[in-house]
């Protein structure tokens, strides 16, 4: 009786085991089809593209009255590693955009953002930023010798036309046909 049910069971496993290939094997076919007829719209030379990606620059220009090692940021050669980053990216052929994803600044002072974008602007293809938690004014009692900050607005204002388009802390656009690009904003002041 017990090899019975043994049998049973085993045999029940199989059946369900093959019922599942054939049916993750037909929705993801069905799936395909569906997503294949919605790329058929677009053309192949679209859907071949290249892109590029900046993360975390921390540009840092000077310090007030000591210059900031180099450790995991690497605020010493901050600039000097965004300029070579951007020359490297223009020497790519058919860069199509360039995603910039946040921390820009070491800690959102005015000269550091007006470097980075200075920097930036010299992509030859459009950039789209996204703000870091570096990248807005830091109101906190317990830093002290805090310098000056510029706001989130601020750097949103800055950075008009690479994906901001507004005061609004995300935004959302088509840099290509068939391509759809979304920025948020998560940030938290303070954290």
């Keep these: 009786m017990k090899l019975r049910k043994l049998f049973l069971c085993i045999v029940s496993s199989i059946c369900l085991f093959l019922f599942l290939i054939f ?3 037909h929705v993801k076919e069905v799936a395909r089809s569906e997503k294949l007829q919605k790329l058929s719209s677009i053309s ?15 540009i840092s220009v000077f310090e007030s009255s ?25 020497d790519i052929p058919n860069i199509k955009f360039v ?6 600044t070491k800690d959102a002072e005015p ?8 920097i930036l602007d010299r992509l030859q293809a459009p950039y789209y930023v996204v703000l870091g938690n570096h990248d ?16 989130r607005s601020t750097m949103i ?13 995300y ?4 840099p290509l046909p068939g391509v759809h690009l979304i920025g948020l904003d998560s940030t938290m002041i303070g954290d």
Aim: charged share 20%; net charge neutral; aromatic share 10%.
């Design 23 to 25: 049916y993750i094997t």
């Design 44 to 58: 192949e030379k679209t859907l071949n593209f290249k892109f590029a990606v900046i993360s975390d620059p921390h």
């Design 66 to 90: 000591k210059s900031l090692p180099n450790e995991v940021k690497m605020f010493k050669d901050s600039v000097s590693l965004l300029e070579n980053t951007v020359k490297e990216i223009n």
């Design 99 to 104: 995603c910039v994803l946040g921390d820009l």
């Design 111 to 118: 000269w550091n953002v007006d470097k980075v974008k200075e």
């Design 136 to 151: 807005v004014s830091i109101v906190d009692s317990h830093i002290k010798n805090m310098g000056p900050s510029v706001t």
């Design 157 to 169: 204002w800055t950075f008009q036309g690479h994906g901001f388009s507004g005061p609004n802390r």
């Design 171 to 174: 935004w959302s656009l088509n």
